[in-house]
């Protein structure tokens, strides 16, 4: 399964961007799915994940209550909702699926990743 990612953009401090990926090949909608980001010298974050059914989500504590993670199985897309963006989220944004229908923060779980969506907040 190939996975897109877009929906990144320069933003300022504050502001909401919702990024969207995107599966083709083959539907993703029976795995779940983990968004990550990496900002230049650091290592991959995971920001959020959705289960296969979107029921279950998980976020760490550094995005909890400003980012939300969504899919529309029907439509084959997975969405990550931010809100109140900080500079400090400033990275590629990527999606990732899971090998099982549930996500993990795990990067080790994930074996299909997009190519990345670059987010960038100024002050």
């Known amino acids: 399964v190939q996975l897109v990612e877009c929906g990144g953009g320069l933003v300022q401090a504050g502001d909401s961007l919702r990024l969207s990926c995107a599966a083709s090949?083959?539907?993703?909608?029976?795995?779940?799915v983990g968004w990550f980001r990496q900002a230049p010298g650091k290592g991959r974050e995971f920001v959020a994940g959705?289960?296969?059914?979107?029921?279950?989500?998980m976020y760490p504590d550094s995005v909890k209550g400003r980012f939300t993670a969504s899919r529309d199985r029907a439509k084959n897309l997975v969405y990550l909702q931010m809100s109140s963006l900080k500079p400090e989220d400033t990275a590629v944004y990527y999606c990732?699926?899971?090998?099982?229908?549930?996500?993990?923060?795990?990067?080790?779980?994930?074996?299909?990743w997009g190519q990345g969506t670059q987010v960038t907040v100024s002050s």
């Open positions: 959705v289960s296969w059914s979107g029921a279950n989500t």
């Open positions: 090949g083959r539907t993703f909608s029976n795995n779940g």
């Open positions: 990732a699926a899971s090998r099982t229908p549930y996500s993990s923060a795990n990067s080790s779980q994930y074996n299909y």
